[in-house]
């Protein structure tokens, strides 16, 4: 199996990003919606609330994505055994 060019790992970070920014906005703007007609008598402003909300809540997940360190497959990681070392000496009473 050959490995994934850089490229297409960033591509792919990309598009799930944007898939998952669009989603949540959808969601704010979904729950921001029922909000406004239902609670707050038909203002805007649970509308943008609810659009701003996805769209913060989808650029703290882009980021960490982004932000993610290389991780280094389990089977490549080799655990030495610890050598048992000889009890400390108690003080002795005066």
């Known amino acids: 199996m050959a490995?994934?060019?850089s490229e297409d790992v960033l591509g792919q970070k990309w598009d799930r990003?944007?898939?998952d920014t669009l989603i949540k906005m959808g969601g704010g703007?979904?729950?921001?919606?029922v909000f406004s007609a239902i609670v707050f008598k038909r203002r805007p402003w649970p509308v943008i609330?609810?659009?701003?909300?996805g769209m913060g809540m989808g650029y703290a997940n882009c980021q960490q994505d982004f932000n993610e360190p290389?991780?280094?497959k389990a089977e490549?990681?080799?655990v030495k055994p610890?050598?048992?070392s000889p009890p400390a000496a108690e003080p002795e009473d005066k």
């Open 17 to 19: 990003c944007v898939a």
């Open 49 to 53: 609330f609810g659009l701003g909300a």
């Open 29 to 33: 703007l979904t729950l921001g919606i």
């Open 70 to 72: 290389f991780l280094v």
């Open 3 to 5: 490995t994934p060019k």
């Open 82 to 84: 610890k050598v048992a």
């Open 76 to 78: 490549k990681i080799f």
